[in-house]
């Protein structure tokens, strides 16, 4: 009788297992994706935690990256070319996150860099990020986020237990009848006991209580709740970055490979009403046109016939135009999903086309009106990163226009992902911040005034450009002392900065100080002068203070 409940309960276990394995495919070694998984987990918390941003980014992502090549080579898993090209587009992103401070620079790095480990993630062993649309893009990382992290950890040890207690029944309950609980139960005995034996002895000797008090010390007692809430959320991330791993050795390569011919939804609006829609648009940008080569590249002269000065109609709408160029993007996009267009393409690749070329002229339009902003008051932040967006999103917008004349409109997804990271990019590698300084310098050459308070905001990307502008030939008086003051005030607040931990350091500020350290003819022709009546310490020159209060460039 014991015999055949035995072997009833071994057939039972091997259906459930065989269901299983045909729902999750087990790991080889599922303890790796758990170590892993709650390493990567505590390696944030340890990187993160009330840590300034620096390498730490950096450290993290190559070690996502390498516990993913790692258990992909100990699965025997083959890792295609193109996850290795997404892969150089991680480290690209996360190099340059690390390497500026200035806030949106480093923002949409971080952003381009994570939003890459999720691509890396749903095609990992097929590449299929090379054969997706946008939706296909969307509806995977949903599933990654919301199925794969949720239930994908889950799986694995429901799993794992099954192929555990197949090859002995009573294996587990024997184990944990003579091994795990005798030693819980010592250990819970043992720890009264122990501390009132340490409570003793260390009221009878005051160095042993010097060692017990050091010892208890490194608990911290008192950070007790802080130290449960990292917990928590160390096991529960985790636990999603298990399920994250698992999906990407284990379940990509394993699907078809979408069909970007394929349509996502059913098209449901006619042709004529599409025709209408699309050709409208074109009209209306047809007129807007007409209006900006009548007037706006045709000369300062016609404007002042219409009543307003060159500088009041020129030097508005910059950011409403391109604020049209995405909307008639996404029209497009659109109208090509629901749109049953497919008896009419040549009509409505004409039409797209036709629009993207007005579009164009929209956003030279824009361009120059940023230009004429420029000129009159100076480069910023916001107006340098919209010259970078309008050249990336003119590009984009070729490329668009080229997909649907030569039918390849499904493609879509690869050229904007490639304009996204252009922009990532191209932030990073121009350093925002010290182009802004050399324009703004470059405009006192025509006798416009210098924004000195602008630039004392701005993070230590400036640095070096403040210091070769500082050294320009001809600069005039007024400009070389703002900037030695500027220089000065930087070096000062910069040494009183306490020293961080390693995984804070930033290449941007240490070299700001290697480089200031360098300019000793500056430091000492423009000396900062503390413990005035000034809330800050002050720089006096040409009878003048120049406070080197600033509140955004210390990260």
Same mark, same amino acid.
């Given at each position: ?11 039972s276990i091997?259906?459930e ?41 950096? =450290?993290?992502v ?7 090549? +790692? ?26 996150? *690390? ?9 949409v ?11 890396l ?13 946008v ?10 986020? #919301? ?16 192929? *555990?207690?197949l090859?002995?029944v ?11 609980v005798?030693?819980?139960r ?22 042993f ?5 050091s ?9 007790l709740?802080? +130290? ?50 699309? +050709?409208?648009?074109? /009209? ?12 706006? #590249?045709?000369? !300062? ?18 950011? !409403?135009?391109i604020?049209?160029a995405? $909307? ?27 629009l993207?070329g007005?579009? /164009? ?12 902003? %420029? ?13 970078i967006f ?8 070729i ?7 030569i ?8 050229a ?5 990271l252009?922009?990532? $990019? ?10 802004? *300084? ?14 000195i308070?602008?630039?004392?905001r ?8 403040? =210091?070769?502008s ?12 703002q900037?030695?003051? %500027? ?5 000062? $607040? /910069? ?13 941007? !500020? ?8 360098e300019q000793k ?6 000396? *900062? ?19 080197c209060?600033? %509140?955004?460039?210390l990260?």
């Open positions: 009788m014991a015999d055949s409940s035995s072997t009833d309960a071994e057939t091997q259906s297992h065989n269901q299983t394995e045909e729902s999750v495919s087990l790991p080889k070694f599922p303890a790796a994706f758990w170590l892993l998984g709650v390493g990567i987990a505590w390696a944030a918390d340890l990187l993160f935690w009330q840590q300034r941003f620096g390498i730490s980014f950096g =450290i993290w190559l070690l996502i990256l390498g516990a993913s090549i +790692y258990l992909a080579i100990r699965e025997k898993k083959s890792i295609p070319a193109a996850s290795l090209v997404l892969m150089l587009g991680i480290l690209a992103t996360a190099a340059l996150a *690390v390497l500026r401070m200035e806030p949106v620079t480093r923002f790095n971080v952003m381009a860099s994570l939003s890459l480990i999720v691509l993630s749903i095609t990992f062993l097929d590449g299929y990020w090379l054969h997706f649309r939706m296909d893009a969307f509806i995977k990382s949903l599933s990654l986020f #919301f199925i794969s992290g949720i239930t994908g950890a889950a799986k694995l040890f429901s799993a794992t237990q099954k192929k *555990v207690n090859g002995n009573n294996h587990r309950k024997t184990f944990w009848k003579t091994a795990i005798p030693v819980l010592g250990v819970l005995l043992a720890v009264p006991i122990l501390l009132v034996f340490t409570a003793l002895l260390a009221s009878a000797d005051p160095i209580s010097d060692y017990a008090l010892f208890l010390n490194i608990f911290k007692i008192e950070n709740g802080e +130290y449960t809430f990292r917990l928590f959320y160390i096991l529960m991330f985790g636990y999603i970055f298990t399920g994250f791993l698992l999906h990407g050795v284990l379940e990509t390569g394993s699907g078809n490979r979408p069909d970007p011919e394929k349509p996502w939804m059913t098209p449901f609006l006619g042709w004529i009403e599409t025709s209408i829609i699309l +050709y409208a648009v074109d /009209l209306l940008f047809v007129g807007f046109v007409g209006i900006q080569f009548r007037y706006f #590249f045709g000369g !300062e002269s016609n404007i002042h016939t219409t009543g307003y000065t060159y500088a009041e109609y020129a030097r508005r709408g910059a950011t !409403e135009l604020f049209v995405v $909307l008639a993007l996404m029209l497009y996009l659109t109208l090509k999903t629901i749109s049953k267009h497919q008896e009419q393409k040549r009509a409505f690749s004409l039409g797209a086309t036709a993207f007005l579009v /164009l002229v929209i956003l030279v339009s824009s361009y120059q009106r940023l230009l004429l902003y %420029e000129e009159a008051y100076g480069f910023t932040e916001i107006r340098t990163r919209t010259h309008i050249f990336w999103l003119a590009g984009l917008l490329a668009t226009a080229v997909l649907e004349i039918r390849h409109s499904e493609r879509f997804f690869q904007l992902l490639i304009a996204c252009g922009f990532s $990019l191209t932030l990073g590698l121009i350093n925002v911040e010290g182009f802004i *300084v050399q324009k703004n310098v470059e405009r006192t050459y025509q006798s416009k005034e210098l924004d308070s602008y630039l004392n701005l993070t230590s990307d400036a640095v070096p450009q403040l =210091i070769d500082y050294h320009l030939p001809g600069l005039d008086t007024k400009t070389k002392d900037l030695g003051a %500027e220089l000065a005030c930087r070096n000062h $607040l /910069l040494s009183e900065q306490t020293d961080s931990q390693w995984i804070s350091f930033n290449p941007s !500020e240490a070299t700001a100080k290697r480089l200031l350290a003819g500056i430091l000492e022709e423009y000396e *900062v002068v503390t413990g005035s009546s000034s809330l800050a310490p002050i720089v006096k020159i040409q009878g003048e203070d120049y406070s209060y600033t %509140e955004r460039w990260d």
